[in-house]
């Protein structure tokens, strides 16, 4: 899944949990955000520490650039890995990675009480992460810095929201500079109508794109 327009991701720095008890054994999911394979593999790692007496610590993750990965962790083949990434694909999400723990309850699943245990554990965990406002929309983003007189402060407030863009932050020092992010492509407007403003004076510095919320 390649994501050149924008994706869904977890906030960052929060984590998702949610469990699930089907016939005395209990399934815990945790998904979070992560930046690439190293940051996956290094919650992963987290989990099974925090998780170090449970029979299985079942890992999935998928990143952005359409690289994934997932593992039964002894489970049987395709019972339990697979089940999890084919939810956070269903769910459209990117740059996540899950972690089922597994606490064994004595009885047997077979292979469709599994698949089931596990997908619904990590659905509950998104559906948490969905209904509490944790899903964010990540777009390419161009920030924009531009250093103005007081007196222009109110009109070029009014052309950022006109163009397209958000004021992030402002310094007022001696003069008052302006931290604004853009959708990559739209920036170019009003860095030219801020020229104009300027009578042909470049006030703004433009930043490379990257993906991140508007």
């Not at 002894?74 to 996540?96: F, H, I, K, N, Y």
Request: proline residues 3%; contains cysteine; glycine residues 12%.
């Amino acid at each position: 899944m390649q994501a050149s327009d924008g994706y869904l991701t977890l906030e960052g720095g929060y984590e998702a949990t949610a469990e699930v008890v089907d016939r005395r054994s209990r399934f815990i999911a945790q998904v979070r955000h992560v930046e690439g394979e190293a940051q996956a593999e290094e919650f992963i790692a987290e989990v099974r520490s925090r998780h170090h007496d449970a029979r299985h610590n079942v890992p999935a993750w998928l990143l952005r650039d359409g690289r994934e990965r997932c593992s039964d962790d002894g489970e049987p083949q395709r019972t339990a890995g697979m089940p999890c990434l084919d939810v956070l694909r269903g769910a459209s999400l990117s740059d996540v990675c899950c972690v089922v723990t597994r606490y064994f309850g004595g009885t047997l699943l077979g292979p469709g009480g599994l698949v089931r245990a596990y997908s619904a554990a990590v659905q509950a965990a998104v559906d948490q992460a969905r209904d509490g406002g944790h899903l964010v929309q990540m777009t390419l983003v161009t920030r924009v810095t531009c250093t103005i007189p007081y007196a222009a402060y109110g009109r070029v407030e009014r052309l950022v929201g006109e163009c397209g863009g958000k004021v992030r932050d402002t310094i007022f020092a001696e003069d008052v500079q302006m931290n604004c992010a853009f959708p990559t492509g739209r920036e170019g407007a009003f860095v030219s109508a801020m020229r104009e403003l300027a009578n042909g004076e470049d006030l703004c510095v433009v930043g490379e794109p990257a993906f991140g919320v508007l």
